[in-house]
């Protein structure tokens, strides 16, 4: 029993997933060790083995640089800030976007005590002034520490050459860019506005 606990605990710790749900979930794996259990092993022990942080954008990727950075067909010219890899994803899955990305890792809070060396800021704004960026797209979410990152982000990057945009309205405040639709991230994304 203490493995059954174990197990419950652990899937516990997953987003969206309390000690119920989490129990409902193990209980499903083990009823299905031989089409569910086993491969998930398998996927997961893969996945911890071969996914990396791609060291230019900061994507997950089992390649570095990621995918879309080595992607000749994209404009690197323009790069969209996201705050976390789930924005990344929300942002391709929409398709409206061609350019280049940047992943900060967290958001601005002096509450928990996140600052600017704490997440990929420097690396951006060394990153934009290197590669002569035309275009740098702050989608981050639109919740106080988002907005304040932004703000953060557009004083510094100015007199660095580069435009500095946001999205446009149609994120609602205080939502986040993984729960939206992707309607909403294309009309935001298309209709955004200089900061």
């Known amino acids: 029993m203490l493995d059954i606990e174990r197990l419950i605990q652990m899937l516990a710790r997953l987003p969206g997933l ?3 749900s989490a129990r409902r979930v193990a209980l499903h794996l083990l009823k299905r060790r031989d089409a569910i259990l086993a491969p998930l092993i398998q996927a997961l022990t893969e996945a911890a083995a071969n ?11 089992t390649a570095d640089p990621c995918g879309i ?9 323009v790069v969209c800030v996201v705050e ?6 929300a942002m391709e899955r929409t398709g409206a976007f061609r350019g280049h990305y940047h992943v900060l890792g967290g958001a601005l809070s002096a509450l928990d005590g996140v600052g ?14 290197a590669e002569r960026t035309a275009e740098v797209i702050l989608a981050t979410n639109s919740t106080v520490e988002g907005q304040t990152t932004a703000h953060y982000i557009a004083e510094r990057l100015s007199g660095a050459g580069a435009k500095v945009s946001g999205l446009a309205q149609g994120i609602p405040v205080g939502g986040e860019l993984d729960y939206l639709d992707d309607g909403t991230l294309s009309a935001a994304l298309k209709t955004r506005r200089p900061l």
């Not at 976390?84 to 994803?89: E, G, K, P, Q, Y």
């Not at 997440?119 to 934009?128: A, H, N, Q, S």
């Open 116 to 129: 600017p060396e704490e997440l990929r800021i420097p690396k951006l704004i060394e990153r934009v002034r």
């Open 18 to 20: 309390g000690p119920r």
């Open 84 to 89: 976390d890899v789930a924005d990344l994803w």
């Open 51 to 61: 996914v990396r942080v791609c060291g230019a954008c900061g994507n997950l990727d």
């Open 69 to 77: 950075c080595a992607n000749p067909k994209r404009d690197g010219s």
